[in-house]
């Protein structure tokens, strides 16, 4: 899933943080949100929750650490994010028909923001995105994580939020992860700029 759109959902101050009363309002309240009982999910619960998910204890959760945890629950109940279905079979017939409603449901960047993202991307090399992740503290192995991507839109091209917003990145993410793997080599992304 889309995580990072997920956590905008649930970060109902919009601060890029989440509170652990932000968690539990969301899980707790009627519709929009979850409706979950303490009969069902216990306050204790949901305390042990909130511990796995600020790995550095600073009483609040970045997305980074939303998606990361994310994604190892997702590995630890077997989702796939690998190519490793044989091609025609069950799963990968139903792992196709996910991609296809996934790719409908999200918005294509307009030719005017694709035009922008091009004209950023020449302006940058495999050493300069790596340059600037090692500026911006970010773990560089020569590809861009799902988690990383909306910080190299903004603050490595310098695309702001009302130059290509939320669902137009996630848009230009799916074009590149086609395999959900949830990482795309730098070599790849750049080339969207030749």
């Not at 204790?44 to 009483?59: I, V």
């Not at 629950?73 to 994010?81: A, I, M």
Request: hydrophobic share 45%; charged share 25%; net charge negative.
């Amino acid at each position: 899933g889309n995580w990072y759109k997920v956590f905008n959902l649930v970060d109902a101050d919009s601060s890029g943080r989440l509170g652990f009363q932000e968690l539990l309002d969301i899980i707790r309240r009627p519709l929009p949100c979850l409706a979950v009982s303490a009969k069902r999910i216990s306050d204790a619960e949901l305390r042990s929750l909130w511990k796995a998910l600020d790995t550095d204890l600073s009483g609040d959760v970045c997305v980074t650490e939303f998606m990361v945890f994310m994604r190892r629950l997702e590995v630890k109940r077997g989702v796939s994010h690998s190519p490793t279905m044989a091609a025609g079979s069950v799963a990968h017939r139903a792992r196709m028909s996910s991609l296809e409603a996934s790719a409908a449901a999200t918005r294509e960047p307009t030719g005017e923001e694709v035009a922008l993202l091009v004209r950023r991307l020449r302006e940058h090399s495999r050493d300069s995105v790596a340059e600037a992740y090692q500026r911006l503290g970010l773990h560089w192995d020569g590809s861009i994580s799902e988690w990383d991507f909306i910080r190299v839109i903004r603050e490595v091209l310098g695309i702001s939020g009302e130059l290509l917003d939320e669902d137009a990145v996630h848009g230009l993410w799916s074009s590149l992860d086609i395999s959900g793997e949830g990482a795309v080599d730098v070599e790849v992304f750049l080339a969207m700029g030749h």
